[in-house]
């Protein structure tokens, strides 16, 4: 009765969600042995697609990126059901059964994506743990940043997959995802992840997934209508070209202030350490709706907020700073020049689609669909201590909404497509290598499912995805979840070699804003 209950429920688990495409050569019979070598030789050609400009870029010496998630189980992981989930869903997308092939010829190298078959084995790794070990959480850490220095296989699919059986802090279970980022970006690999999993509460039910919208025209009609449209033209123009030129200027000298957060040239090439931190995301809406903003101005806010009490640590008196902001010295100089990379989705549905709809707007227009569609803008962030840490928020949020009147992301990504046609991808990874090694520091905000999923039949109880091979020494993402919202920081130790104290000023930071943020709606009362 146990093992018939348990197939059924894994059919309903793994159900297929990518159906494999069926070829000519799968369907037709031949007449003729020759007929039939030449139309595999023709199938061969046709399993063979160059790589996008964006793909060719991840590819570079320069600005080889590399995906890397960890998913916390909430039990302990079954391999078997895993490696049966990735065969029926995952291994089906042409780019997870595609393999990187670069051609030598008299005109250069050029790389494509090759058909190939692919065996989950060569891309699953268990290794044998001991559940009783001592500091498991440890362990995880450091098996997770050794994997940022050991190249992916190019003669497979670049993807792997590590099960760690070992009970952590937050987790019973650690499952690690390792994707190049010429595969996808965030949004893409995001779908593609919950397309693997189910509803823990209907496991027959996909993710429910937040819809977002683009800020649309709010203006009335007639002459004031009228007005307000053209000023908002005319900002968008002027911002734009004012965005353009630091934007260049980045590229050619603009440089931010040598601090304890910003790293030296080849830090992209250095091993990299993962942490991460969950946060209340209930308590980031909180402080959202009191201050009349979003969530991304919020947790910009919160993030400013922890880098300034990092900072303030690092330049100053270890003990000066411990609880809060108000009475504290500001240790930090003036005139700091501190931006970070935000990597912003530039498809005209943001956020996170379902994987049906992602594909459908792969063939019916690829320029929006699978793939990278990221486009960055350079946003400078306020650091010192503040009389009132709401200050913090308020400055984020209007640089937040400048950036929103701007076609700073749209311009990043066009140009660079451009640039790789024109020049190739090495002189256009060079470029954008100076552009973003001119900044201190990554950011990013993935949205992610409302409620809890499970990952082929495993309650998930966080995720925390990150990169590395960026010219960066610090990495910041926010991964919400149900009602949690994860930090996650990579960081090169010998830059800062401290990163779970860096996570503890976020949190206190989001701590101190929220607390004041009740404060003064208890005092409007």
Request: hydrophobic content about 40%.
């Amino acid at each position: 009765m146990q093992s018939s209950r348990k197939a059924s429920y894994q059919e309903t688990l793994v159900s297929p969600v990518l159906q494999p495409v069926k070829t000519e050569t799968a369907t037709k019979k031949w007449e003729t042995n020759e007929e039939k070598e030449m139309a595999d030789s023709k199938e061969s050609t046709s399993s063979q697609e160059p790589l996008s400009p964006a793909a060719r870029l991840f590819h570079a010496p320069q600005f080889n990126c590399t995906i890397l998630t960890a998913i916390g189980c909430k039990t302990s992981i079954n391999p078997g059901v895993i490696k049966m989930g990735l065969e029926q869903t995952l291994m089906k997308h042409p780019r997870f059964s595609k393999k990187l092939v670069i051609d030598d010829n008299k005109c250069g190298s050029k790389s494509k994506w090759e058909s190939t078959k692919v065996n989950v084995e060569d891309h699953v790794t268990v290794p044998n743990l001991d559940p009783n070990m001592d500091s498991p959480d440890q362990f995880v850490e450091d098996y997770v940043s050794n994997l940022s220095t050991i190249p992916l296989d190019l003669s497979k699919p670049l993807w792997e997959m590590h099960i760690l059986n070992v009970k952590t802090s937050d987790a019973e279970a650690i499952a690690v995802f390792r994707i190049h980022h010429s595969l996808g970006d965030g949004a893409s690999l995001i779908s593609l992840l919950l397309a693997c999993t189910r509803k823990t509460s209907d496991p027959d039910a996909l993710p429910s997934i937040p819809v977002q919208q683009r800020d649309g025209s709010h203006f009335s009609g007639g002459f004031r209508g009228l007005f307000f449209a053209t000023w908002t033209v005319l900002r968008m123009i002027w911002n734009t070209l004012v965005d353009l030129v630091l934007f260049v200027a980045t590229m050619l000298f603009l440089e931010d202030t040598k601090t304890p957060l910003k790293g030296a040239s080849g830090v992209e090439l250095k091993p990299k350490r993962f942490v991460h931190r969950t946060v209340s995301l209930d308590d980031i809406k909180l402080v959202k709706n009191a201050m009349n903003m979003t969530i991304n101005d919020a947790i910009m806010g919160v993030t400013q907020a922890g880098l300034s009490r990092y900072l303030n640590r690092k330049y100053g008196d270890q003990s000066e700073i411990e609880d809060g902001e108000n009475g504290k010295k500001n240790n930090i100089p003036k005139s700091i020049r501190l931006r970070a990379s935000v990597l912003v989705n530039i498809r005209p549905t943001p956020g996170i689609q379902t994987l049906a709809d992602l594909m459908a707007d792969e063939s019916n227009n690829p320029k929006w669909g699978w793939g990278n569609r990221i486009g960055y803008i350079i946003l400078p962030l306020t650091v010192g201590l503040q009389d009132d840490p709401l200050e913090h928020l308020r400055r984020a949020k209007a640089m937040i909404d400048r950036k929103k009147l701007s076609l700073e992301a749209t311009f990043s990504f066009h140009s660079a497509i451009l640039l790789i046609k024109l020049f190739g991808a090495k002189a256009s990874a060079a470029i954008a290598r100076r552009v973003i090694s001119n900044t201190t520091l990554a950011f990013s905000n993935v949205v992610g499912p409302l409620e809890e999923i499970s990952f082929y039949g495993h309650p998930v109880a966080f995720i925390a995805p990150s990169v590395y091979g960026s010219p960066h020494a610090l990495t910041i993402h926010f991964q919400s979840y149900c009602k949690k919202m994860t930090i996650v920081l990579a960081v090169d130790p010998d830059v800062i070699p401290d990163p779970h104290k860096l996570c503890d000023d976020l949190e206190k930071s989001l701590e101190i804003i929220k607390d004041s943020v009740v404060k003064r709606e208890h005092d409007a009362s």
